[in-house]
């Protein structure tokens, strides 16, 4: 409700805390129709939700192939319905951050061409840098850089066909940095150590590489 939005923003100011993104989920493969009106509503909802707690960004998905889809009409699909809202993502202030979340963004190609062909200066990336699952990660993140508008620093890296390894940090925060990165960095954490008492240990080492 507003009244609720209103008392977490006020909340987060009095502690000091920014409100840098809001994460949502939702599908953007469905051809035109319910499905479709279904999710454009909801993010339409969202939009709203973020524009009132003053964040910036918002998260969002694109999905994975619908039955019988090719790549090629569910990137479409994607595109479309990013462009339904992206008109009042704009009129609220808030940039729509495709993730590299899988499904039809879980290589850097199929992300870059969706976002590129949105006709929109309110639609970027959500940078995740433990997403990919390519060849060469740190290759296809800086391919993404340029167009990224948040980013999710994750502390543990996967290459195609590997076990998952410890990122290297410091090369992902030169990657943002190399490519004008000026938002937001947020540590996602993930890995199998505890997390209240590893979170304090790699935001200190991710503070300090920023």
Sequence with gaps: TPEYL???KRLCHVL???IIGVPIRNTFTFPAGPDRDRELAHVHKWIDY????????????AGNLQEGQSLAEARKNCVESIEACADHAARRGVLL??????GIVAEADS?????KAVDSDFCGINLDSGNFRTDDPYRD???????????????????????????????IVE?????????YATLEYEAAAPAMTAIPKELERLRALL
């Design 175 to 183: 990657i943002l940095k190399k490519s004008g990165f000026r938002g």
């Design 16 to 18: 000091g805390l920014g």
């Design 6 to 8: 209103g008392r977490l």
């Design 141 to 171: 993140l800086e391919r993404i850089a340029p167009w990224a508008v948040a980013a999710q620093v994750k502390t543990e890296i996967q290459p195609r066909g590997q076990e998952k390894r410890e990122a290297d940090l410091e090369r």
């Design 97 to 102: 951050a495709l993730e590299n979340h899988g």
């Design 111 to 115: 992300l870059l061409a969706i976002v």
């Design 50 to 61: 973020a524009g009132d707690l003053g964040a910036p960004t918002m998260r969002i998905f």
